[in-house]
């Protein structure tokens, strides 16, 4: 029978099974440009039989002719479409044979699915065999960008792709930068992994590199094997490569294992173990080199180890714990580690759990710092116990507040004190918020009773100390604008005054030792608080009010354009009638006692534009005429791959050194696949760099190269010596990394935050700019 028209033909034929390769999603927290993502687009094709639905288990055959034999054997020309409830197939001339359960096609052969695109130059497929061949065949995974081409590609009962005389890359330009060349390539059915034999790595097809048996992943889907190495070079470590080893242990569970090898210090292994059990999720980190070939004076191993949890047991409890030890101070001076920036001075080591009810929570917390170098040491709270309340009142929107909590604090130091603290502090608040003014009013009472022991002979410390101190404290700001016209634009002008009095009657504290408390900031929102000082070993007397002013300009999108703030703390006596610390030798810093002084604080944010914005604060000591802190920010940012950051910062009083500093950073795209990242930062005090870095990338679809060289400033943490054998007063070095992208399915930009990050200060974008 023959026929000149389309013909649809139907059938309870299953035809075959295709391996599910599965598409990758875009990773949104990659850095990309625009530029890139441009450059780089994904094959589409056409849908095969648009319009063609079917969803049981029939067959739906279309063509210009048709010729049916006995109802056995059918042959379409011309035009064939063949659509199942999977798949779709399209050829020149498809034969269909009832008998054998098979279909064979020739002719400018199209296979598709939703995972992946075929072509060849004839098709035969089997479903007593459940098997299907292919051959001078091209395939295109869909939503990934590898592809590849095959003499002979077969697909068995299991699903495998098998691809004979094979070719796999990621490159989408005619003659691909890189690709794999073997002899067989077998994709999995699942599409998360590969697996070549007799494979060759070509570059601009050149073989570079012979290798029996490779196997690498295609999707974002976790898999066991190796990662990208890394190599480098650094005055401290020499010459630095490592290779990490991801293993995949459940879906719940996996570790990455990391050789890293230093030419000077020997072989360091880095391991990391995740794991998820319901609401429990944690990470535990070890870093370890058994002998540092570089330290002469002594054998010990080297080592950090941390381990991080958060875990919620129901709506109401919660659980936290963060500690980490390590070998010896100046281990991430020498070594470095990514747990830690390398110039941090002391870690954490927290447990905690909370409970969160309506109108009641509580803590247990233990907490201490492992303290680097010679810095004073800090007291281990074991254990510090709160529990805070708050019931509603039936007027002016009041509410009573109780707070408390139980402190032990202790130290490893012989000749330091050592205490237990019972705190409370209770009292009502009234809180009024309306759109144009607030007043905040509040009244408590606070007491403090301390045991304190080990106080050595000629201390002021006394045994027991019971301290009880009234607080009163009324705050509030009214909220004026208007709309105004300026530069050619509408605004909206805001005028936001504020008043706050403060009143904490004096009380001699000199008894009482300091084992949590340290000189708070005063910018302009810090002179609005009700304390100076963390903790509650002391609670500055005040007898004072704060008046600060703030005016913004808001553009027609509601978007803050300017914003200006400026405020003072006004003393109401001297100022040393304000500061129970006047007499105390406790609070010192580098034997200068420290007193509340008049401060300005004023606080400047400019967004110039779209890519320009300038923001900066200070602290001004009015009484002797000198600033206290200061910083300034100017930020450029075109694109993601286009920014400069300028800072200037200053502050008096560091551990009774002054420091003024001032750093550069660039990072900017030189074209489409080249970038470069720099910073520079200066010790304007002493007139030497602290840090220099400059870094070239190149990035294409399907790889990207990096190398930057960085020179920083040493430190020495160690008092005992250990790591300081020959140190030079520098490090410098070079980092290398090379990335083929697209074996997890991902073609997204590598970007160059990681260049950015890589830095003692780091890199904070700034918020408002390409938002």
């Known amino acids: 029978m023959l026929f000149s028209r389309k013909l649809y033909f139907s059938c309870s034929l299953l035809l075959f099974c295709l391996p599910q390769i599965v598409q990758a999603e875009n990773d949104s927290n990659n850095q990309s440009t625009e530029t890139l993502s441009a450059q780089c687009p994904l094959p589409i094709f056409s849908d095969i039989g648009q319009g063609i639905s079917v969803t049981d288990s029939s067959i739906r055959i279309s063509s210009l002719e048709a010729n049916i034999e006995k109802d056995q054997r059918a042959l379409f020309n011309g035009s064939v479409i063949l659509v199942d409830k999977t798949q779709k197939i399209m050829a020149d001339q498809l034969a269909f044979n009832r008998l054998k359960m098979q279909i064979d096609a020739v002719g400018n052969i199209q296979y598709q699915s939703k995972d992946i695109n075929i072509f060849a130059d004839s098709l035969s497929a089997s479903k007593t065999e459940r098997s299907t061949t292919m051959t001078a065949a091209a395939y295109q995974l869909d939503g990934n960008p590898g592809h590849g081409k095959a003499q002979v590609l077969s697909i068995n009962n299991e699903g495998l792709l098998n691809l004979s005389d094979s070719t796999f890359t990621t490159c989408l330009q005619e003659v691909p930068d890189w690709q794999i060349k073997a002899s067989e390539i077998n994709l999995s059915a699942t599409g998360d992994f590969g697996e070549a034999y007799g494979a060759q790595f070509r570059v601009l097809d050149v073989p570079v590199l012979y290798v029996p048996y490779f196997y690498f992943p295609i999707s974002k889907n976790r898999l066991s094997g190796f990662l990208y190495p890394e190599a480098g070079n650094s005055t401290n470590s020499g010459v630095e490569f490592s290779a990490p080893f ?14 890293h090898y230093m030419s000077k210090r020997g072989l360091q292994i880095i391991t990391e173990f995740r794991y998820m059990h319901d609401m429990q999720a ?11 070939r570089e330290i002469t004076s002594n054998d010990d191993a080297r080592y950090l180890a941390r381990i991080q949890h958060v ?12 500690f980490t030890t390590i070998s010896d101070d100046n281990y991430l001076v020498d070594i470095g580690s990514k747990q830690y920036n390398y110039n941090d001075t002391y870690l954490y080591q927290t447990g905690e759990l909370a409970y969160f009810g309506e109108q009641w929570q509580s803590t247990i917390k233990l907490q201490d710092f492992e303290v680097l170098g010679d810095h004073q040491p800090s007291y281990k709270t074991l254990p510090h116990i709160d529990l805070s309340a708050q019931q509603p009142l039936n007027f002016l929107n009041g509410q009573f507040e109780v707070y408390s909590e139980i402190t032990n604090f202790q130290t490893a130091e012989q000749d330091e004190a050592e205490a237990n603290r019972y705190h409370v502090e209770a009292g009502v608040t009234f809180p ?3 759109p144009a003014w607030f007043l905040n009013s509040e009244v408590k009472l606070l007491h403090t009773y301390y045991q304190q022991d080990n106080i050595q002979q000629g201390s002021p410390l006394e045994s027991t100390v019971s301290r009880t101190i009234p607080k009163v404290r009324l705050h509030g700001g009214i909220n004026f604008d208007r709309d105004i016209f300026a530069f050619g634009q509408s605004y909206r002008q805001t005028l936001e005054p504020q008043l706050q009095y403060l009143y904490v009657p004096e009380k001699d504290q000199s008894m009482i030792g300091l084992y949590d408390t340290t000189d708070l900031q005063e910018d302009y929102h810090g002179i609005f608080r009700d304390i100076s000082y963390s903790g ?8 004072q009010y704060t008046w600060g002013i703030t005016s913004r ?42 007193e509340v002084q008049p401060a300005l604080a004023a606080d400047l944010f400019y967004r110039i534009n779209h890519q320009w914005q300038i923001s900066g604060d200070i602290q001004y000591n009015t009484l002797d005429d000198y600033t ?18 300028l800072n200037h910062r200053y502050t008096r009083n560091v551990s009774g050194e002054s420091i003024e500093q001032a750093s550069a950073l660039t990072s900017f795209a030189i074209n489409q696949n080249w970038a470069f990242v720099g910073r520079l930062t200066q010790d304007l005090k002493q007139d030497r760099s602290l840090e220099s870095y400059a870094g070239l990338q190149y990035e294409s679809c399907c790889w990207a190269v990096r190398i930057a060289y960085y020179r920083h400033i040493n430190s020495n943490l160690d008092t005992d010596g250990i790591g300081t054998d020959g140190r030079e007063p520098f490090d410098s070095g070079i980092d290398f990394k090379l990335v083929i992208k697209g074996f997890d399915g991902n073609q997204s930009a590598i970007g160059t935050q990681e ?12 918020y408002y700019l390409q938002n």
């Open 246 to 259: 991801y293993w995949n242990i459940a879906e719940n569970y996996d570790a990455t294992i990391t050789p």
């Open 282 to 292: 944690g990470q535990i980190d070890l870093e370890y080199l058994n002998n540092d």
């Open 311 to 322: 875990g919620t047991f129901s709506e109401d409890f919660r659980a936290y714990l963060d």
């Open 432 to 434: 009024i918020a309306r």
């Open 536 to 543: 509650l070993d002391r609670i500055a007397a005040a007898n």
């Open 553 to 594: 300009l808001l553009n027609e999108e509601n978007l803050e354009v300017l914003r200006v703030s400026v405020g003072r703390i006004q003393y109401l006596g001297s100022s040393s009638d304000n500061s129970n610390l006047a007499n105390d030798v406790l609070l010192t810093n580098n034997g200068q006692v420290n």
């Open 628 to 645: 206290n802190k200061g910083q300034i920010n100017i930020d450029y940012q075109m694109t993601k791959y286009t920014l400069l950051q």
């Open 755 to 766: 260049m950015l990050d890589k830095s003692i200060f780091g890199y904070k974008r700034p």
